[in-house]
């Protein structure tokens, strides 16, 4: 199976858009920013192979009570790190767009074994500024997250529970979310609401797994087709993004 080809898809941009020219300028920048922080890269990934080696540990419970989750689960299922991580195009991608913002405040949930929060965490250091909330129900998998926060750095907030048990923890206004937890269309409408709440104006919100289930495809359709964003774009088939007003 064939590397996807990461490419930002631009799906509607308003005039008020603030994050366009942003995303216009990744192309250009992109290989000399890979290149500059190789090493800091070289090292989450040899993070995340480690993690890997821990093998198959038990998915959180909650997800054999789920409906319309457009996955079969079993009794006991398990996953380990390479299962459940974001491909290193995305991660990559999204230490270059924190390096950009200079956020105040990184949400993301669930962190699973802190993959893709560990990049994040890349970009934050590069900003000496901000900090990132995450949020982890599994109580194997939030230690390993922890961890691996921890080798990044200490700008995190990291929660065992979920976003929306939890969202009292979360101190400053959000300047980049990423949902990634349960990817059915019930949980995700309430979480974006959720979200908003908490979002600084301007705030992009990220969606993975747009394609995941026929579920998610119809979810992240209604999403994208309502005119009350700035922007809405779409990270190759996976990702879709919303340029809050």
Not at 72 to 91: A, Y
Not at 146 to 158: E, T
Request: aromatic content about 12%; charged content about 25%; glycine content about 6%.
């Amino acid at each position: 199976m064939g590397q996807m080809v990461f490419r930002i898809r631009k799906l509607r941009v308003r005039g008020d858009s603030k994050i366009a020219d942003v995303f216009a300028s990744f192309e250009a920048q992109k290989d000399a920013f890979i290149a500059a922080n190789s090493r800091v890269f070289e090292d989450i990934e040899a993070t995340i192979k480690r993690t890997n080696e821990l093998g198959k540990l038990p998915l959180w419970d909650e997800y054999k009570k789920v409906e319309n989750y457009g996955r079969v689960i079993d009794d006991h299922p398990k996953r380990k790190m390479q299962d459940v991580r974001t491909k290193v195009e995305f991660c990559q991608f999204y230490t270059w767009l924190v390096s950009q913002i200079k956020p105040a405040a990184v949400l993301e949930f669930g962190s699973a074994f802190g993959a893709s929060g560990m990049y994040w965490l890349a970009g934050l250091n590069l900003c000496n500024h901000g900090k990132m909330y995450s949020f982890e129900p599994n109580e194997i998998w939030n230690p390993i997250a922890q961890a691996n926060f921890d080798k990044v750095s200490d700008r995190h907030v990291l929660t065992l529970g979920t976003f929306e048990g939890n969202i009292g923890v979360i101190a400053d206004k959000v300047n980049i979310a990423l949902i990634d937890a349960i990817h059915t269309r019930d949980f995700v409408v309430n979480q974006f609401e959720l979200v908003r709440s908490v979002a600084d104006k301007g705030a992009l919100v990220l969606f993975d797994d747009i394609n995941f289930s026929e579920d998610m495809k119809v979810c992240w359709s209604e999403i994208s087709q309502s005119d009350e964003f700035a922007s809405v774009w779409q990270l190759s088939s996976r990702v879709g993004i919303v340029e809050l007003p």
